[in-house]
C-alpha cells in the first residue's frame, strides 16, 4: 500500500505523517507527478490560506493533476475547503470537485471566529466513518466553512449547521483534523487507508 501525502506550501504535514505512523502506515510527502499518481490513497492536508495554496498548486500543475486523480483522496481542513468551487478567503477560485463555496462565518455574538477546539460530528456516512458513533467529537481549527449540502458525509453546529465532511466519487473530506482527534480520528485515518 503506498500512500501519499501531497506537499505544498500549507502546514499540518508532520502531524499527518504521526499519526498515520501510530496507525503503522509510512507516508510519503511528495510534489511530484509521477509519484503521486503512482500511490494507492493520496491525502490532501492543509493549514493556511486558501489563495496562497491555490497559487502554489496552480504554478506546480498540482491544481489539475489532484482533480485527474482516480484513487482515493483525502482532503483535510483547508485541502478540502481547496477541493470546492470557490472561497470566499480572498475571493479565491479553487479546485471545483465539489460545486459548494466555501463562506467565512458571520461575526454571531457569543461564538469566537475562527472555531478552535473540539465539536461533535453527526448524520456520518459511508465507510470512512465505520466504528465513528454518532456525535463524535473533533478537533477544528477554521474560519471558513462549507454549507450543508447533497455531499455532506458528517454535520457540525457552529453558529449554523454545516458540512464537516464530504464525499464524491473518490474524493473524500473533512473539515476537521483527524490527526489531532483521539481515537476517532485515528479510526477515520484507518478506514480511508483500508477503504471499504
Known amino acids: 500500500m503506498k500512500v501519499v501525502i501531497i506537499k505544498y506550501n500549507a502546514g499540518n504535514i508532520r502531524s499527518v505523517l504521526f499519526a498515520l505512523e501510530r496507525i503503522g502506515v509510512q507516508a510519503l510527502v511528495t510534489d511530484d507527478p509521477d509519484e503521486i499518481r503512482g500511490a494507492d490513497r493520496v491525502i490532501f492536508p492543509g493549514v493556511g490560506e486558501a489563495s496562497s495554496a491555490m497559487e502554489y498548486l496552480r504554478a506546480k500543475g498540482l491544481d489539475k493533476l489532484i482533480c485527474s486523480l482516480t484513487q482515493p483522496v483525502l482532503g483535510i481542513c483547508l485541502g478540502m475547503q481547496l477541493m470546492c468551487s470557490f472561497s470566499e478567503e480572498n475571493d479565491t477560485p479553487c479546485l471545483g470537485i465539489f460545486t459548494e463555496k466555501v463562506k467565512r462565518f458571520s461575526e454571531t455574538k457569543g461564538f469566537k471566529i475562527p472555531q478552535i477546539g473540539w465539536n461533535n460530528i453527526f448524520n456520518l456516512k459511508t465507510h470512512l466513518f465505520n466504528g465513528v458513533p454518532e456525535n463524535t467529537f473533533a478537533y477544528f481549527v ?36 483527524p490527526e489531532k482527534s483521539g481515537d476517532a480520528g485515528q479510526k477515520i485515518l484507518e478506514n480511508f487507508i483500508k477503504g471499504a
Do not use: M, R
Open 142 to 177: 477554521h474560519g471558513y466553512y462549507v454549507e450543508a449540502c447533497d455531499y455532506a458525509i458528517a454535520q457540525t453546529d457552529y453558529i449554523q449547521t454545516y458540512s464537516s465532511a464530504l464525499h464524491k466519487d473518490n474524493f473524500y473530506a473533512v473539515q476537521f483534523h
